[in-house]
């Protein structure tokens, strides 16, 4: 069973300082990555991709992927209150017929203290 | 902005009813997506459709389960006798294409099954 683990936290930081999520999946094979944000009681709302190894910045959120390791992070910097959330690492996972699925970890709680 | 809309947003049901979740896709988009959330746990992939029938389903989409696409726009979860472990988040969730995992989710429905 292909595993997508994180941190559950929760992850407390001050307003304007950086925040770094990571994850971490079991299929070496992986190629795609994706972090969602999800406010309680809401719907996952995609925050960014990342398909290659290295940085992939967007605004205040940086992903960094490395597949030598199966590691994939998300930072956030200048963290703001509105930031508090779950954020939730997802990773393609292929199937025969080029069928893919998203395997998704359990989140990160992250709360921002003003 | 397009969304995905599910209806309704909470559905309380008796154990061994049947009940239909509704989802409206974003107009363009191809595929199309159930996943659900039990509260606490990892969102948790059940099916994908393309073209009118099902691409993929996961283990716990078993003989209950059943998704249909009646009239071209809205797509449908039925669970056909409902137990108390299906009481969940469901989200329905549509990408353009194949080569795109679902970035745009509905706001889900609350199932409760008491």
């Known amino acids: 069973q292909k595993e997508v683990e994180q941190n559950s936290g929760p992850l407390s930081v001050p307003e304007g300082a950086i925040a770094s999520l990571n994850c971490t999946y079991s299929?070496?094979?992986?190629?795609?990555f994706f972090w969602y944000r999800q406010y309680s009681g809401k719907s996952p709302e995609l925050i960014m991709f990342i398909y290659s190894n290295g940085d992939k910045e967007d605004g205040r959120f940086t992903a960094q992927l490395n597949k030598a390791s199966q590691y994939v992070s998300l930072l956030i910097r200048d963290s703001q209150p509105s930031d508090s959330a779950t954020y939730l690492c997802a990773v393609v996972q292929y199937n025969a017929g080029n069928n893919r699925k998203l395997i998704w970890g359990l989140g990160t709680s992250l709360a921002v203290n003003p | 902005e397009p969304e995905v809309t599910q209806t309704p947003s909470h559905q309380v049901t008796q154990m061994g009813q049947e009940v239909i979740l509704r989802c409206v896709p974003i107009s363009n988009h191809l595929y199309f997506y159930w996943y659900r959330q039990i509260l606490g746990q990892k969102v948790e992939f059940l099916v994908s459709?393309?073209?009118?029938?099902?691409?993929?389903k996961s283990e716990i989409f078993d003989d209950q389960f059943s998704v249909e696409r009646p009239d071209g726009s809205n797509f449908t979860l039925k669970i056909r006798s409902t137990k108390l472990e299906d009481s969940a988040m469901y989200f329905c969730?549509?990408?353009?294409?194949?080569?795109?995992?679902?970035?745009?989710f509905g706001q889900g429905t609350r199932l409760t099954v008491v």
């Open positions: 969730a549509s990408s353009e294409t194949l080569s795109r995992v679902p970035a745009f």
């Open positions: 299929d070496r094979g992986s190629q795609s």
């Open positions: 459709f393309y073209n009118n029938e099902i691409s993929e």
